[in-house]
């Protein structure tokens, strides 16, 4: 079965520097998404992407956050200065029309 | 925008009782509820969902139920098994819209003892 995979699993960075966290959706999928889940918390939407642009994006998603499709295949989220709030997992989802959303295995990043 | 309450937080039962969690939706226009289970230090992986057009769905030993005059719906495990140990959450999603997201609710973490 087709999967969402994730790199890095885990992201060490300083506070303040910029950190790129990569998703190969599912090939024939339409939608990306990209969620946040503080450790013990709830999964939280960051944004969502469709036809090579922003379509939704939540109060999370500032400035310092920015996401690429800049292939056919890469979905990427990046974090231009990252502060030590950021530090959670950050799942990549991704689904067809009318169908429900995969969750990636996340990438755990962790800001020092 | 939408807000989805879910209870309890943690939830223990016995290995073979049935588990029951609960959500609240507050938006109307939502109309499909999907429900995840999360392991530890993994993906949540969709374990059952139900379109607003049904008010029951069932899955071998997992159903969900729909309430949409009070935009409630639950989970239901049967027969719980050690493994069914895990975060479960559940989720709802706008109609309308082209990124229709999902909304989480908080998370039950349930032991099933053995």
């Known amino acids: 079965e087709p999967e969402v995979t994730q790199t890095p699993s885990h992201q060490v960075t300083q506070m303040g520097q910029e950190v790129i966290l990569r998703c190969v959706p599912i090939?024939?999928?339409?939608?990306f998404y990209w969620y946040r889940q503080i450790l013990g918390q709830k999964v939280e939407f960051l944004v969502s992407?469709?036809?090579?642009?922003?379509?939704?994006k939540s109060e999370i998603f500032d400035d310092q956050f920015s996401v690429e499709r800049p292939d056919g295949s890469n979905f990427t989220l990046k974090i231009r200065s990252t502060k030590l709030e950021d530090s959670a997992m950050y799942f990549c989802?991704?689904?067809?029309?009318?169908?429900?959303?995969?969750f990636g295995d996340g990438t755990r990043l962790s800001i020092l | 925008g939408e807000n989805v309450e879910q209870h309890p937080s943690t939830l223990s039962v016995q290995e073979g009782d049935s588990a029951v969690i609960k959500c609240t939706y507050s938006?109307?226009?939502?109309?499909?509820f999907p429900w995840y289970k999360q392991e530890l230090g993994k993906r949540p992986q969709l374990i059952i969902d139900?379109?607003?057009?049904?008010g029951e769905k069932k899955d071998q030993r997992i159903a969900v139920t729909l309430n949409k005059t009070a935009k409630h719906f639950s989970l239901h495990i049967t027969e719980t098994q050690p493994e069914d140990s895990a975060v479960y959450f559940c989720?709802?999603?706008?109609?309308?819209?082209?990124?229709?997201?999902?909304?989480f609710g908080s998370g039950t973490q349930l032991t099933v003892l053995p």
């Open positions: 989720a709802a999603r706008p109609r309308s819209g082209s990124a229709r997201q999902l909304t």
């Open positions: 992407f469709y036809n090579n642009e922003i379509s939704e």
């Open positions: 989802a991704s689904r067809q029309t009318e169908q429900p959303q995969h």
């Open positions: 938006d109307s226009a939502s109309n499909y």
């Open positions: 139900i379109r607003s057009n049904v």
């Open positions: 090939s024939n999928h339409l939608y």
